[in-house]
């Protein structure tokens, strides 16, 4: 590896900005296509295969934020070069340490050839020893955020029903993603149009008019009787009002609890 040229890393450092600003636009244009596809697919009921799309845009979405991060840093590297110029041969300054450990991880992972150059660079400005421990991430030197979008992730489906139904409004598709019941268990629409919130309403509603009317038709309990006249602080116990039976909401919630047992 030839030795360390300040000339050629900075002008590494301004290619891989424009490499990773110009990934950003492509990738952000790829995004919103797919957007759009997602949409078509929608409005012809084709959820499964819409579901299978977000995760790629959820996947892409997360690629653009991590290339926006690596360009702030090579930016930064870049305005503070005096201090990448003039750092002990051991480790870099502080005030560009987590840019350069950063730069350092993350550059192996992504499609970048100039960014993989510039780590290349880098890795020769200083020790091996710290070559090592930004490349392992030793004492979390690299940014959380850096780390946390090189990680593996897999969506969770209320992820993936949040951009469905935020696709949906905005290319005006009649979908309404779906409906969580405590949390956990999302309910799909069904071909009527009508979700499992509607059917919980219509429950409610169904559930409410029945004790009312349950009340007002209950036999008023005959007054106690007492050999002699009660005391003014003696006061007669309510009658206990009547207990609904148990309707298809109380069902359905059972039913949920159960699934979130296993």
Not at 37 to 58: F, G, H, N, Q, W
Not at 156 to 183: F, H, N, S
Request: net charge neutral; glycine share 2%; charged share 30%.
């Amino acid at each position: 590896m030839p030795p360390w040229n300040a000339p050629r890393a900075k002008v590494q450092l301004k290619l891989s900005i424009q490499r990773l600003q110009l990934l950003q636009d492509k990738k952000t244009a790829l995004t919103k296509q797919t957007r759009r596809d997602i949409a078509d697919l929608l409005s012809k009921s084709k959820l499964e295969t819409a579901r299978v799309r977000c995760e790629v845009v959820i996947g892409d979405e997360i690629t653009v934020e991590l290339l926006e991060l690596l360009a702030l840093y090579s930016e930064l590297l870049l305005a503070r070069f005096a201090l990448l110029e003039n750092s002990p041969a051991t480790e870099p300054d502080e005030g560009i340490k987590e840019a350069v450990c950063s730069l350092i991880f993350a550059a192996p992972r992504t499609e970048v050839r100039e960014l993989q150059v510039l780590r290349d660079v880098l890795v020769h400005r200083f020790s091996r020893d710290f070559a090592l421990s930004a490349i392992e991430n030793r004492d979390s030197c690299v940014n959380e955020r850096v780390a946390k979008k090189l990680a593996i992730f897999r969506p969770p489906p209320t992820l993936i029903d949040a951009y469905l139904d935020e696709i949906a409004r905005t290319y005006g598709v009649k979908w309404r993603a779906t409906v969580v019941v405590e949390g956990e268990v999302p309910g799909v629409l069904d071909a009527s149009g009508e979700g499992e919130e509607d059917k919980k309403d219509d429950s409610t509603t169904t559930t409410t008019t029945t004790t009312v009317t349950s009340s007002s038709s209950a036999p008023i309990p005959p007054p106690p009787s007492y050999e002699t006249p009660p005391s003014a602080s003696e006061k007669p116990k309510p009658a206990s009002p009547p207990v609904p039976p148990p309707t298809e909401l109380d069902a359905l919630s059972a039913r949920f609890a159960a699934l979130k047992k296993r």
